[in-house]
């Protein structure tokens, strides 16, 4: 049971933890910061918060839980801020896309209290934002990630873990750097190619016309280019490393499949057509083996 959760950041990630922990009846008090007055308003008016502070010093008042689950860019100002206000009691989460650039930001901060933080990323979500996306049962059936560190303590990796299960998620425990590239792949270069293409798309002379004949294989793809700039732009910029690796290997495939079609190679098309359905109709399709997430 948590006695007072300090959200920092009261979104999507935030705001449906609150109301899963709420739901489940294992928290007695959410205390929440945002910046911008119409985010405090609907936080308090969906009872996602029963309280909302302008200051993180009287967000994290009391807290025995806070978690940061503000953009990537914005992680790094936080944790300096909190610092300070961090006490021996207080557990502190993230909910970040991805995992090295918050523990780099949570050890330069926090210093020793950095055995009180457990890194996480819950590999749940929508393309929508802000309080008003957040619903009680965003958590239910799926996995969250933790990435404890060497110095993590127990006490505060239990807490987490517990507060995830609470909320109906599957938890799971990864390497920071392997955390990093396997979201890379499964999720940042995805959206990547969706923004991409969609923007591509938009600028066309014949937008209406194109989207006319749009099917739906071509909706189900777009869909994650509704997703937020801002968040995107951090998690790009953040995960870089990865990001880079897979896109240099994505753009010399795409560079074999230009010239197989220029060539009218049909049977280099077919092997990696097949390759494709093959492992789509299999490994990709094996609900075991993947999170039905939405994003
Ligand atoms: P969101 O709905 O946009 O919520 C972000 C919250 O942070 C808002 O309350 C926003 O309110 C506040 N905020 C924005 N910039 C801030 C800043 N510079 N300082 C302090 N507060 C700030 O975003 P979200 O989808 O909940 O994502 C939150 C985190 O979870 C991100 O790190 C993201 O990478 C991660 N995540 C997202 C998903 C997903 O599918 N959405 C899934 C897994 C993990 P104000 O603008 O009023 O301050």
Redesign the pocket.
């Known amino acids: 049971m948590i006695n007072r959760l300090a959200i920092?950041?009261?979104?999507?990630?935030?705001?449906s933890l609150a109301l899963g922990l709420k739901k489940a009846g294992q928290v007695n008090e959410v205390v929440a910061?945002?910046?911008?007055s119409?985010?405090?308003q609907r936080a308090l008016e969906l009872g996602i918060a029963d309280r909302i502070e302008g200051s993180l010093a009287e967000t994290v008042k009391g807290a025995d839980m806070v978690l940061l689950?503000?953009?990537?860019?914005?992680?790094a100002?936080?944790f300096s801020e909190l610092a300070p206000l961090v006490t021996d009691t207080m557990m502190i989460t993230?909910?970040?896309?991805a995992k090295a650039q918050v523990v780099e930001a949570a050890r330069a901060a926090l210093g020793d209290k950095v055995s009180q933080f457990v890194p996480g990323?819950?590999?749940?979500?929508?393309?929508k934002?802000?309080?008003s996306?957040a619903f009680a049962e965003l958590y239910q059936d799926h996995r969250v990630v933790l990435t404890p560190l060497a110095e993590t303590s127990q006490k505060a990796l239990h807490q987490v873990k517990l507060m995830w299960q609470t909320v109906g998620a599957e938890v799971f425990e990864m390497a920071v750097e392997h955390h990093d590239v396997v979201l890379a792949a499964t999720s940042h270069l995805p959206h990547l190619l969706a923004f991409n293409l969609v923007g591509m798309l938009a600028q066309g002379d014949d937008v209406d016309e194109v989207l006319r004949y749009a099917a739906g294989g071509f909706k189900d793809f777009s869909r994650i280019a509704s997703?937020?700039p801002?968040?995107w732009r951090?998690?790009c910029l953040s995960n870089s490393g990865a990001i880079l690796d897979l896109l240099q290997q994505y753009q010399r495939d795409m560079g074999l499949l230009e010239q197989a079609i220029k060539q009218k190679d049909g049977d280099y098309l077919i092997k990696v057509f097949e390759r494709a359905k093959v492992a789509r109709d299999t490994r990709f399709n094996d609900p075991d083996l993947i999170d039905n997430s939405e994003?």
């Open positions: 920092i950041g009261v979104g999507l990630i935030g705001g910061y945002a910046r911008k119409e985010t405090r689950s503000v953009p990537m860019g914005a992680m100002d936080v993230d909910a970040g896309s990323h819950p590999i749940a979500g929508t393309e934002s802000g309080p996306a997703s937020d801002v968040m951090d998690i994003v």
